[in-house]
């Protein structure tokens, strides 16, 4: 075991504190991990106040982990000492359903474990990124490449792989009108991706505060949808939607701006029920649906598209006692767009 510094919820009330949590020596198959950068998640903010029910404190937040390798097992194959790596959302699953099989880790039948709050295979409670070091099992370990800085790869391994995955899945490419529904840390990297892709992408924001942003970042539209004439004129004009807001929509409206076959991807995770009328639905053939995040070989494929294509989140770097402050900024929609903690602050 080894003791390392890290930021700890300790109840849904009180800030962030620091303090000291174990690592466990790593296993055969482990891969140790000096981490460098963590980004700041909505998800974090959403566990650390019990929003998501209440979460088992003292709990370290955090899964967008970039680093590199301090050491591995004797069975490592993948890894060596002083690779750049990242850690997303998960670092374990069952490995012997159906999903995982099939490399949709982040669908496995018996849930995979998340890389905070959840239960580990030796009983431990997973503890996250806002921390100095992590111990992961290879499979759930991806290679950061050369070319992408670690302070911008890490927003990519929650963010860049949660819009990553449904534009690859419905096949976003330069027939596709896109749209994508609030300009925030999720939001963001979806312009990015699908303008990567090649796709014509339209921004639905409440206002057009960020409009210049949203065009520089890859956008070719940008629309308010506070204004009720936005919802008239874009009517069956879309092909694909990915609304990464968490907040409750009216979702008839959105869906009539898809196309006969468009989707509408659920990515922001409200906390309560949403209704949808099924007429929208039914008289263009429509479909609703959900994603969530990504599978580790779709994860992989993602990091290595961002270098290749140099898509970056926009990040801004901040200290780690500058946490608490940054979760406030982050609930007042006062970030551009993803924060990320500089680990050797801490
Ligand atoms: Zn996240
Ligand atoms: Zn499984």
Not at 95 to 111: P, T, V
Not at 147 to 176: E, Q, V
Not at 282 to 289: E, G, K, N, Q, W
Request: hydrophobic fraction near 40%.
């Amino acid at each position: 075991m080894s003791t390392v510094s890290a930021y700890a919820a300790t109840s849904a009330t009180e800030p962030l504190t620091k303090t000291t949590i174990e690592r466990r020596d790593p296993g055969p198959s482990d891969v140790a991990i000096d981490i460098k950068f963590a980004g700041i998640c909505h998800s974090d903010i959403h566990t650390a106040k019990s929003e998501w029910g209440v979460p088992n404190y003292p709990l370290v937040v955090g899964h967008e982990i970039a680093g590199v390798v301090s050491a591995v097992g004797s069975e490592v194959t993948k890894y060596k000492v002083g690779d750049h790596v990242g850690v997303g959302c998960m670092v374990n699953s069952c490995g012997q359903c159906s999903s995982c099989k099939a490399g949709l880790e982040n669908y496995c039948k018996r849930g995979a474990t998340f890389t905070y709050n959840a239960v580990d295979r030796d009983g431990t409670i997973t503890q996250g990124g806002y921390s100095q070091a992590i111990v992961v099992d290879e499979n759930f370990v991806l290679r950061i490449p050369d070319s992408l800085p670690l302070d911008k790869a890490a927003p990519l391994l929650c963010a860049g792989i949660t819009l990553f995955s449904p534009l690859r899945h419905w096949k976003a490419s330069k027939d596709t009108r896109l749209a994508v529904i609030g300009l925030g840390g999720l939001g963001h990297m979806g312009v990015k991706l699908g303008a990567a892709m090649g796709a014509e992408v339209s921004v639905l924001s409440q206002s057009l505060k960020k409009m210049e942003d949203g065009l520089r970042l890859g956008a070719k539209h940008y629309y308010a949808t506070s204004d009720r004439g936005t919802f008239k004129q874009l009517r069956s004009s879309f092909d694909l939607i990915l609304n990464t807001v968490s907040a409750n929509l009216k979702l008839d409206d959105y869906v009539s701006l898809l196309d006969v076959d468009g989707t509408l991807v659920e990515l922001g995770i409200p906390e309560h029920p949403m209704q949808i009328g099924a007429f929208p639905l039914a008289l263009a053939r429509r479909s609703l649906s959900g994603s969530n995040i990504g599978g580790i070989p779709e994860t992989q494929e993602m990091l290595d598209f961002c270098a290749e294509h140099d898509v970056t989140p926009e990040i801004e770097v901040i200290e780690a006692d500058y946490v608490n402050e940054a979760y406030e900024r982050v609930l007042a929609s006062d970030v551009r767009y993803r924060f990320v903690i500089d680990i050797s602050t801490l």
